[in-house]
């Protein structure tokens, strides 16, 4: 039976995490895998997690199934998260997901049954799974330019006419923050733009969330897509919460449709049915403990102050690596990294370069360059510092 099934390439952030593995060496340094470490190079158990977890054991008296959606406790917690309220709820339709990749792929099955010809523009640079998400939907993508080349940061006109040739048919896939890899976010007038072009086009926007709260802030990280939901009718987003709860192995995601109120039934039933035919009931641990955080007022100021120290110490990793950088090439080539933002940086070097980095240095990235920051501590940033100059001299 499975004699002609094709072998499946090997993803390359899997394949870099079993390299990086199997190296014997002392000192490898791992900036490739997109979690959160720790000085110690660990990724905790947030306080905030661990208290919420003892009273739900304590207090959780049954495991039966919940509905196809999930718990509404956490559907509502996430919606006040992520919207702030800047759209009435009658309009929001959203289901849990077994993590913000499940939503991602939710998302792409319910644009390609509702509007099988739509086409998704995605960022030229975006996260590696987005496009074999989407096609494995079934769904045509379509590339627009995001970072430039020559200085680092947005190419914000090249975006903005690319996305200008978007139609009625189409869907544009946003980062609402923490661009994973460039780590280049859209500015406060940047969104504003993009929502006069999405009004223009009828394109739909569809908000990849995956990072809340690592940018600037929970509120400010959401300022884009919040305005976007007050602007337009038509919104998509999918969210995640492995990072801002360091919820990784618990696959806590949230798949919603923000629509005008009387789609918002269809929307509920379509999303509900893509879950029952996929996995049917979403997990309900992850999602039982952000509501439970979210809905405490001291757990919520714990978590905040946890997730606040978080954000500081990958800015100062950037600020270091940016000024370890700067000591040891004598040039400001790579001043940027400072300027942007979240786990990721798309750092400038070739294939080869990352190959050598990897046999010579024992340091690890994809092979595009993209380098996650909260990999770094105190003592790796000169280390890398000093390699990187090295292979690109």
């Not at 987003?237 to 923000?258: P, Q």
């Not at 360059?369 to 510092?385: E, H, I, K």
């Amino acid at each position: 039976m499975f004699e002609t099934l094709p072998q499946p390439g090997l993803d390359g952030i899997i394949a870099l995490m079993q390299a990086f593995a199997a190296d014997p060496r002392m000192g490898k340094i791992d900036l490739g895998v997109g979690v959160y470490r720790d000085e110690a190079g660990r990724t905790p158990v947030m306080q905030a997690v661990k208290q919420a977890e003892s009273h739900i054991v304590a207090t959780q008296e049954s495991k039966t199934y919940l509905s196809l959606a999930g718990d509404p406790a956490y559907l509502d917690a996430m919606e006040g998260l992520l919207l702030g309220g800047a759209v009435p709820q009658a309009r929001v339709a959203a289901v849990g997901t077994p993590g913000g990749t499940t939503a991602v792929r939710q998302i792409a099955e319910l644009i390609r049954r509702a509007r099988a010809d739509a086409t998704i523009w995605i960022s030229a640079q975006t996260w590696p799974n987005h496009a074999p998400l989407i096609a494995a939907a079934g769904v045509k993508s379509r590339p627009y330019r995001y970072q430039d080349a020559s200085s680092g940061m947005l190419d914000r006109d090249g975006m903005f006419a690319d996305l200008a040739q978007a139609t009625a048919d189409d869907v544009v896939l946003l980062h609402g923050c923490c661009h994973n890899p460039t780590g280049i976010d859209l500015s406060v007038q940047d969104w504003s733009d993009m929502g006069a072009v999405l009004d223009r086009t009828g394109a739909v926007p569809f908000i990849d969330m995956a990072y809340q709260g690592f940018g600037e802030g929970l509120n400010a990280d959401a300022g884009g897509l919040r305005h976007l939901a007050a602007r337009l009718p038509e919104v998509l987003v999918a969210a995640s919460c492995s990072k801002n709860f360091g919820l990784y192995r618990e696959r806590v995601g949230l798949a919603m449709a923000i629509v005008p109120e009387p789609q918002k039934p269809r929307l509920a039933g379509a999303l509900a049915s893509l879950n029952r035919q996929n996995f049917a009931f979403p997990p309900d641990h992850g999602g039982r403990v952000v509501s439970t955080i979210l809905n405490d007022p001291a757990l919520k100021h714990i978590w905040q102050s946890e997730l606040d120290s978080m954000r500081a110490r990958v800015a100062e990793n950037r600020r270091a690596l940016a000024d370890a950088l700067r000591s040891e090439t004598g040039t400001n080539r790579f001043d940027v990294i400072a300027r942007q933002q979240g786990m990721f940086s798309l750092l400038p070097v070739t294939a080869e370069q990352v190959e050598s980095l990897r046999a010579d240095h024992g340091i690890y990235m994809l092979s595009d360059g993209r380098t996650n920051m909260a990999g770094l501590n105190g003592q790796t940033v000169p280390v890398v510092a000093h390699a990187i100059a090295q292979v690109i001299a």
